[in-house]
């Protein structure tokens, strides 16, 4: 079974730009999760998806959002980049939402000059 | 809200020496509790888990955890370090309380010395 693939594996953008990110999560899992991954604030929640619907959602401004797509694939956007949006951004599926162990991709190492 | 805390940012231990990595959560329920490691450019992969049952937890690569209700802590182990253990640890606990949202500790380091 393929685990969780995420595109691209590296980004390079500019301050104001906007990026999109995308994960196809485990064969058959339906719930996705998403997290920033900083070496100062370690791994922070950004959302959950469950069915195309937002499940869950972290403490971050409005310029992150995401969207699951009915193939249970997902996509978040960041617009109006900033150099603090440096960062790991890591997926993770799992069959259920919540209790359920999670399953990471390898991540998107994002840089923002 | 949740909170989860990893003593020690930095373990450094001797091959073959003992491998403990601190875990307490803050929780009056119970949650789910979780623990992952993380090689460098990869993404997390489970190590094991604590739902219901038996308290001590086997996972793999010869690592175990114990949940002490008690003492609200779920530390990680392995009597013999190897030097492919070498990585970052993280402690993660699913709430049952707020959707079962995971929140995960903010990581321990493991160097092993040769």
């Known amino acids: 079974k393929a685990g969780v693939t995420q595109t691209p594996r590296y980004l390079i953008k500019t301050r104001g730009q906007q990026v999109t990110l995308s994960c196809s999560p485990i064969?058959?899992?339906?719930?996705v999760s998403w997290y920033q991954q900083t070496p100062g604030q370690g791994l922070q929640f950004l959302f959950e998806y469950f069915s195309e619907t937002q499940r869950n959602k972290g403490n971050f401004p409005g310029r992150f959002s995401g969207r699951q797509f009915s193939n249970s694939r997902s996509e978040m956007n960041v617009s109006t980049l900033e150099l603090g949006d440096s960062a790991l951004y890591l997926c993770?599926?799992?069959?259920?939402?919540?209790?359920?162990?999670?399953?990471f991709g390898p991540g998107t190492r994002l840089t923002v000059t | 809200a949740q909170s989860v805390t990893q003593l020690g940012s930095h373990v450094s231990v001797s091959e073959g020496a003992l491998v403990l990595l601190r875990c307490n959560y803050s929780s009056s329920v119970p949650p789910y509790l979780f623990w992952y490691v993380q090689y460098p450019n990869q993404g997390l992969q489970l190590l094991l888990k604590?739902?219901?049952?038996?308290?001590l937890v086997k996972g793999i690569n010869g690592f175990e955890a114990e949940f002490k209700k008690s003492e609200t802590s779920f530390h990680l182990t392995k009597p013999s370090a190897h030097m492919s253990d070498a990585a970052e640890y993280f402690c993660?606990?699913?709430?049952?309380?707020?959707?079962?949202?995971?929140?995960f500790g903010t990581g321990t380091s493991l160097t092993v010395i040769p």
């Open positions: 993770a599926s799992s069959s259920l939402p919540g209790a359920y162990e999670q399953y």
């Open positions: 064969s058959g899992h339906r719930s």
């Open positions: 993660a606990v699913s709430d049952p309380g707020t959707g079962n949202q995971f929140y």
């Open positions: 604590y739902t219901t049952g038996a308290t």
